[in-house]
């Protein structure tokens, strides 16, 4: 199971790298946008965030939407990010052509914004490593996100296509991230307010007050300044 932070914002990345054990960090042309600081450069932002992750994985996207353009953009990058970055390129028919160059020169990359089991399937087919189903943006289509991606994962299984991995993307709720996981999906990426929503229960936190109450009544002060 991987759990990549879905930010640019150098501060919440590193907050959240220290704190929980993530794999990675994702980012992408809208998130860029979002979180760049007025008057710093797209360049030093993405250096900042590649020596936050160190040897964990970085995902950045390409911004052409045709095959030439999407397949300079991807070596650029690469070259720029260096090894464990993940390029993220659209689902696009011309997406599609860059994933099969680009993947069969050896660049690990992820097709983003995956809406259905056939773009899962055809860039599984291209040799990419994760393809990201957005769960929210699914579900305001009324459909249901978490079981769309549950069928991406089953396909893959079924068709042997195992080196491509679901990367759900785009929650609203600790309910679509945990869905997704119990039905097959092996990596998500989630916001810092994500991961302490799904790292927090009332009854933890029932159970501490609990201890809270029963130490403090018979020994009055810390364990640390027991022992
Ligand atoms: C992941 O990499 C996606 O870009 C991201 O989760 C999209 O999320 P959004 O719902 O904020 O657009």
Wanted: hydrophobic share 45%; aromatic share 6%; glycine share 6%.
């Amino acid at each position: 199971m991987q759990y990549f932070l879905d930010s640019a914002d150098v501060d919440i990345i590193r907050t959240a790298l220290e704190c929980w054990p993530l794999d990675g960090v994702t980012t992408n042309p809208a998130i860029l946008a979002r979180d760049l600081p007025e008057g710093q450069t797209v360049a030093a932002q993405l250096d900042a965030i590649r020596s936050l992750t160190g040897s964990r994985l970085l995902f950045a996207q390409v911004t052409s939407s045709d095959t030439k353009g999407m397949i300079r953009d991807a070596i650029k990058l690469a070259d720029f990010l260096g090894d464990n970055t993940s390029i993220k390129i659209p689902a696009t028919p011309d997406g599609f052509a860059a994933m099969k160059q680009l993947a069969a020169d050896g660049l690990s990359i992820t097709a983003t914004a995956v809406y259905s089991t056939s773009q899962a399937l055809l860039a599984a087919k291209c040799g990419v490593d994760y393809a990201a189903p957005y769960i929210s943006h699914l579900d305001n289509l009324s459909l249901d996100g978490p079981q769309v991606a549950a069928d991406m994962a089953e396909e893959l299984r079924f068709h042997g296509l195992t080196q491509t991995q679901i990367l759900a993307a785009s929650f609203r709720t600790a309910a679509q991230v945990e869905r997704c996981i119990h039905s097959g999906v092996t990596a998500v990426t989630v916001t810092a307010d994500m991961l302490t929503t799904l790292a927090t229960h009332g009854g933890t936190a029932k159970e501490c007050a609990n201890f809270d109450a029963k130490w403090n009544v018979r020994f009055g002060k810390g364990i640390a300044e027991m022992i």
